[in-house]
Nanobody, 125 residues
Framework: QVHLVESGGGLVQAGGSLRLSCAAS????????MGWYRQAPGRQRELVAT???????DYVDSVKGRFTISRDNAKNTVYLQMNSLKPEDTAVYSC???????????????????WGQGTQVTVSS
């Protein structure tokens, strides 16, 4: 089994910064893509940013220039540096790991995707 544990959420004033972390643990061989999603109350979950194992990144337009995604492949950890936060960034942020190659309990290789439990980010005006 693979577990994703997020940290770094909290309450911050508009214009402030937060850094989210998501560490994946388990019998992981490699992780293809890691990303951050967010869901605000009454709204659909949206993709915020993704990063491939090779370091290619992509962002939703609303966070470009303010958020930076990065990862440490050796630690199976992805980060989201959020600067110039706005009240509309308030949401539960969840980490996703896709194309996760693991060694199963039977000893064979399998590919799957996993989600973290989410961390609350609240930006006050």
């Amino acid at each position: 089994q693979v577990h994703l544990v997020e940290s770094g959420g909290g309450l911050v004033q508009a214009g402030g910064s937060l850094r989210l972390s998501c560490a994946a643990s388990g019998r992981i061989v490699s992780i293809d893509v890691m990303g951050w999603y967010r869901q605000a109350p009454g709204r659909q979950r949206e993709l915020v940013a993704t990063i491939t194992r090779g370091g290619n990144t992509d962002y939703v337009d609303s966070v470009k220039g303010r958020f930076t995604i990065s990862r440490d492949n050796a630690k199976n950890t992805v980060y989201l540096q959020m600067n110039s936060l706005k009240p509309e960034d308030t949401a539960v942020y969840s980490c996703n790991a896709g194309g996760v190659l693991i060694v199963s309990s039977e000893g064979d290789l399998k590919v799957n995707y996993y989600w973290g439990q989410g961390t609350q980010v609240t930006v006050s005006s």
